[in-house]
């Protein structure tokens, strides 16, 4: 029973691992090498509100989800996880569970008439 213990709990161990090193969402760095409007939506998506003010500048808002997931704790998942017999999963999931929700950041885009970005602004 043993032997097959061995070999059965490595396969449904390492969650924690595979959740902490999921790297989904946007750098909040990347966005500001952006220069154009189109630039600018390749990283971020469609805007969710976009107008025009008098002067002919595009204000755009954008709802995007922020950067997760991290190789370091991936790898100190894994190394937690050979150390203890696989036992740390039990802490480690829960844990990841708990870092991994989507957090968003909603950025306001000033864009001039030649669709060049002006001023980025976090709200």
Not at 29 to 36: D, K
Not at 65 to 71: A, I, P, T, V
Not at 77 to 91: I, P, Q, R, S, Y
Request: glycine share 6%.
């Amino acid at each position: 029973m043993r032997f097959l213990l061995l070999f059965i709990v490595p396969f449904f161990a390492s969650c924690s691992v595979v959740m902490a090193s999921r790297h989904d969402g946007v750098d909040a760095n990347l966005l500001t090498t952006s220069r154009t409007r189109v630039e600018f939506m390749e990283i971020a998506g469609h805007p969710l509100t976009s107008q025009t003010n008098e002067q002919g500048e595009v204000i755009e808002t954008y709802r995007i989800l922020k950067e997760k997931g991290s190789m370091l704790r991936a790898f100190m998942h894994g190394a937690l996880d050979l150390a203890t017999g696989f036992l740390w999963e039990f802490v480690g999931t829960p844990i990841e569970g708990s870092l991994s929700r989507d957090t968003y950041m909603m950025v306001k885009v000033t864009f001039d008439t030649d669709e060049t970005v002006q001023r980025i602004e976090l709200l």
